[in-house]
């Protein structure tokens, strides 16, 4: 089976920086994914790691460490519309498609 | 423009009724996928279709059913088994082996029994 950890929730202020972190058990690992979900809406996909390291992407970055069963997404230069649910997902399985999604961190900006 | 479409956004179910849920996509996607989202949680999956006729059983299958009968279609029946149904219901679609976009998600169906 698998199993994905995140803080359930942060705060953070306007103009800062944030990490979220995600550390996940799996047998199978096949890449990370981040999404970002505003309230009441679909998520809408961040960033893809499949190799260690780090991805950047204008002000997200996406971090991956294999052997440590860990990531982290980092925000900078927050703004307040940043503010929304993040979840960390895996793919496990290079014959199938399907992702399985943690809980999500529910992250609030602060003026 | 390609897209995947939901409906209806919101729905209401009485208790013992079955409902089902559109979900359409444009994409030429080959899978499509059903997850469930309770209030301040993740997506749970439902059921799941990687080809036409072909479905397999995510992990909170019971009290749902599916069908897929074309590339571009893929309905879920909430039945009358499924004893807690108010929830937001997430329909997904991906290439067979996706790549680094990972879903393209619909609206999402908000369904509440009363």
């Known amino acids: 089976g698998q199993n994905i950890d995140q803080p359930t929730e942060m705060t953070a202020t306007e103009g800062a920086i944030v990490q979220i972190n995600c550390t996940y058990q799996?047998?199978?690992?096949?890449?990370l994914f981040w999404y970002q979900q505003h309230a009441g809406e679909a998520p809408t996909f961040l960033s893809y790691?499949?190799?260690?390291g780090l991805e950047e992407k204008g002000r997200f970055s996406s971090f991956l460490s294999r052997s440590k069963g860990y990531s982290y997404l980092l925000l900078k230069e927050l703004q307040m519309k940043d503010s929304a649910s993040y979840l960390c997902a895996l793919r496990v399985d290079s014959s199938a498609s399907k992702i399985i999604f943690g809980s999500g961190t529910r992250l609030s900006i602060r003026p | 423009d390609g897209g995947i479409t939901q409906s209806p956004k919101y729905l209401f179910r009485k208790e013992g009724q079955n409902v089902t849920l559109s979900c359409e996509q444009n994409?030429?996607?080959?899978?499509m996928y059903w997850y469930r989202q309770d209030p301040g949680q993740g997506l749970r999956l439902i059921y799941y279709s990687q080809i036409v006729n072909d479905f397999q059983k995510g992990d909170i299958a019971e009290g749902y059913s599916v069908s897929r009968e074309k590339k571009e279609s893929f309905p879920l029946t909430v039945t009358s088994a499924q004893k807690n149904p108010t929830a937001f219901y997430l329909c997904?679609?991906?290439?067979?082996?996706?790549?680094?976009?990972?879903?393209?998600f619909g609206s999402g169906t908000r369904l509440t029994v009363v």
């Open positions: 799996t047998s199978g690992f096949n890449g």
């Open positions: 997904a679609s991906s290439i067979a082996r996706q790549g680094l976009q990972g879903y393209t």
């Open positions: 994409l030429n996607h080959d899978a």
């Open positions: 790691n499949v190799l260690d």
